[in-house]
T-cell receptor, first 115, second 111 residues
Framework: AQTVTQSQPEMSVQEAETVTLSCTYD???????LFWYKQPPSRQMILVIR??????QNATENRFSVNFQKAAKSFSLKISDSQLGDAAMYFC????????????FGKGTKLTVNP | NAGVTQTPKFQVLKTGQSMTLQCAQD?????MSWYRQDPGMGLRLIHY???????DQGEVPNGYNVSRSTTEDFPLRLLSAAPSQTSVYFC??????????FGSGTRLTVV
């Protein structure tokens, strides 16, 4: 079974600085998807960024980018120019390409942004 | 578009009671799922559906039933509520190859 590990229960960053959240996963599959979800205090789960394993290019969405290292099974999220609104729980998630209806989540990283 | 709508947002049940958590989506998504979120545990898959009439179990299905009679609706039934089912429940839907869209969640307390 696939597993996702987020080794940082909590992180903090100063406003306007850059922070990187770590995620590693375990799978024997070669084709899969990886996601980062944001959960602010409102409880809503918001998709931040997604990466297809077959793509070598790292995904980018505005201030959010990933460092996808397939061989190392690592999928870190970099947030540049951090804003107060970035404060939230961040969850890394995995889905097989063939069974992409089933997401496997890590336990999350709580990000605090200090003014 | 409303996206994924979950009702109710909050619910308190007594042990042994049954209830149904409602989930509806208006995006014509084929995939729908139910997750529960417990402190320190992330989200865990309860049941999922790949289309109307098709459902399957996830990681933590015990104590829950689902059905999918239409594309739009995917209700989750608690048969006999237990304190261990106190959690936040999320419904989600998606099209193929895209990330899930989540509802706003239902906070359930079983006393």
């Amino acid at each position: 079974a696939q597993t996702v590990t987020q080794s940082q229960p909590e992180m903090s960053v100063q406003e306007a600085e850059t922070v990187t959240l770590s995620c590693t996963y375990d799978t024997s599959e070669s084709d899969y998807y990886l996601f980062w979800y944001k959960q602010p205090p409102s409880r809503q789960m918001i998709l931040v960024i997604r990466q297809e394993a077959y793509k070598q290019q790292n995904a980018t969405e505005n201030r959010f980018s990933v460092n996808f290292q397939k061989a190392a099974k690592s999928f870190s999220l970099k947030i540049s120019d951090s804003q107060l609104g970035d404060a939230a729980m961040y969850f890394c998630a995995y889905a097989n390409q063939g069974g992409s209806e089933k997401l496997v989540f890590g336990k999350g990283t709580k990000l605090t942004v200090n003014p | 578009n409303a996206g994924v709508t979950q009702t109710p947002k909050f619910q308190v049940l007594k042990t042994g009671q049954s209830m149904t958590l409602q989930c509806a989506q208006d995006m014509n998504h084929e995939y729908m799922s139910w997750y529960r979120q417990d402190p320190g545990m992330g989200l865990r898959l309860i049941h999922y559906s790949v289309g109307a009439g098709i459902t399957d179990q996830g990681e933590v299905p015990n104590g829950y039933n689902v059905s999918r009679s239409t594309t739009e609706d995917f209700p989750l039934r608690l048969l006999s509520a237990a304190p261990s089912q106190t959690s936040v429940y999320f419904c989600a839907s998606k099209r193929s190859f895209y990330g899930y869209t989540f509802g706003s969640g239902t906070r359930l307390t079983v006393v």
